[in-house]
C-alpha cells in the first residue's frame, strides 16, 4: 500500500482489510508469510509513537481504534 488510508468505522477497516488482499495478489508484499506478517505488525506497533510523531499526527497508540489497526495492517505488509 503506497498511501495511508485513513479509517473513521468499522466498514471502512473491513474494506480496507479486502483492499490489502487485492493488493496482496497483485504486488509483492515484503512481509510474505503469516509469521514475518505479524512479526512485522508487532515491530511497528512498538514504535508507532516515533510514526505518529513524525506524521505530526496527535494519536496515543495506547488507545485503541480503527485507524490504529488499520496503520498497524498497512505497516505490516513491508515493516521489518
Given at each position: 500500500m503506497t498511501e495511508r488510508?485513513?479509517?473513521e468505522?468499522?466498514?471502512e477497516l473491513i474494506d480496507?482489510?479486502?483492499?490489502?488482499?487485492?493488493?496482496n495478489d497483485a504486488v509483492e508484499w515484503q512481509n510474505e508469510t503469516a509469521h514475518s506478517f505479524?512479526?512485522?505488525m508487532a515491530a511497528w506497533l512498538n514504535d508507532a509513537d516515533g510514526f505518529y510523531r513524525n506524521i505530526?499526527?496527535?494519536r496515543d497508540p495506547?488507545?485503541?481504534s480503527w485507524q490504529l489497526f488499520a496503520d498497524a495492517l498497512q505497516a505490516a505488509a513491508v515493516y521489518e
Open positions: 488510508t485513513r479509517i468505522s468499522r466498514q480496507l482489510i479486502f483492499k490489502l488482499l487485492d493488493e505479524l512479526q512485522g505530526k499526527e496527535a495506547n488507545n485503541a
